[in-house]
C-alpha cells in the first residue's frame, strides 16, 4: 500500500528563521511528487513538482529536494514570514496513475 | 483556484438527511476529485472521474455517490447523512499524472 510519512508533524520557529520539513514515501512505480501549501480553512495550493528526474527546484522562497532512490523529499523554506504559517503536504504519484496518496501533513506556526 | 469553486461552502442539516455538494470548473479538465478531510487524517479519497459518466470509487466511498454528467459538474450526494460524514469536503480537477488543483472547500455539520 502507498504510505507517505511526513515530519515533523507540527513546527514553531520564530519570523526570520530556516526550517526543513521532511516527507518519506513508498509509491512505486514513482512518477512524481508534490508540495502544497494548504491554509487553515483553504484547499491546498501547489509549491512545486518534482519528477523523478528531478534533484532540487526552488520557488522563491521554497526549495523542494527529491532522493528517488531514498524515496526522500523535503521542502526548505528560507527567511520565514508570518504567511508561511499552514499545513505542508506531499502526495507522491505513481507512474501511470492519476491518484495522489496523502500523509497527514506538517503544520507549521511562524511566530513574531 | 479561481477556476475551480464548490457549493455551498457552508452546509448544516440533519442526520437522515440527503445533501449534495456541487463542484464546478471551468478549465476543461478531464479528471475530478472528491475528498474529505479531517482532523488526524491526512485528505481522504471518496470518488473520483475521469470523464463524462465515468466514475470510480476511492478508499473511502461508503455513504457517498457521485455523478457527472458534464465535464465542468462534479456532484457528491450524501443519500442519508450520518454524524460521521460531518467533514470539510475538497474537490479536485486535474490533467492526469499532472497537478491537481483544489477548490475551496465545503464545510458539512450533520446534527
Known amino acids: 500500500k502507498n504510505q507517505v510519512e511526513q515530519s515533523p508533524q507540527s513546527l514553531i520557529i520564530l519570523e526570520g528563521k530556516n526550517c526543513t520539513l521532511q516527507?518519506?514515501?513508498?509509491?512505486?512505480?514513482?512518477?512524481?511528487l508534490r508540495w502544497y501549501k494548504q491554509d487553515t480553512g483553504r484547499g491546498p495550493v501547489s509549491l512545486t513538482i518534482?519528477?523523478?528526474?528531478?534533484n532540487t527546484k526552488s520557488n522563491g522562497r521554497y526549495t523542494a529536494t527529491l532522493d528517488a532512490d531514498t524515496k526522500q523529499s523535503s521542502l526548505h523554506i528560507t527567511a520565514s514570514q508570518l504567511s508561511d504559517s499552514a499545513s505542508y503536504i506531499c502526495?507522491?504519484?505513481?507512474?501511470?496513475?492519476?491518484?495522489?496518496?496523502f500523509g497527514k501533513g506538517t503544520k507549521l506556526s511562524v511566530i513574531p | 483556484d479561481a477556476g475551480i469553486t464548490q457549493s455551498p461552502r457552508h452546509k448544516v442539516t440533519e442526520t437522515g438527511t440527503p445533501v449534495t455538494l456541487r463542484c464546478h470548473q471551468t478549465e476543461n479538465h478531464r479528471y475530478m476529485y472528491w475528498y474529505r478531510q479531517d482532523p488526524g487524517h491526512g485528505l481522504r479519497l471518496i470518488h473520483y472521474s475521469y470523464g463524462v459518466k465515468d466514475t470510480d470509487k476511492g478508499e473511502v466511498s461508503d455513504g457517498y455517490s457521485v455523478s457527472r454528467s458534464k465535464t465542468e459538474d462534479f456532484l457528491l450526494t450524501l443519500e442519508s447523512a450520518t454524524s460521521s460524514q460531518t467533514s470539510v469536503y475538497f474537490c479536485a480537477m486535474g490533467s492526469g499524472a499532472g497537478e491537481q488543483f483544489f477548490g475551496p472547500g465545503t464545510r458539512l455539520t450533520v446534527l
Open positions: 516527507c518519506n514515501y513508498t509509491v512505486s512505480p514513482f512518477s512524481n
Open positions: 502526495p507522491p504519484s505513481g507512474a501511470g496513475s492519476y491518484q495522489l496518496t
Open positions: 518534482m519528477t523523478f528526474s528531478e
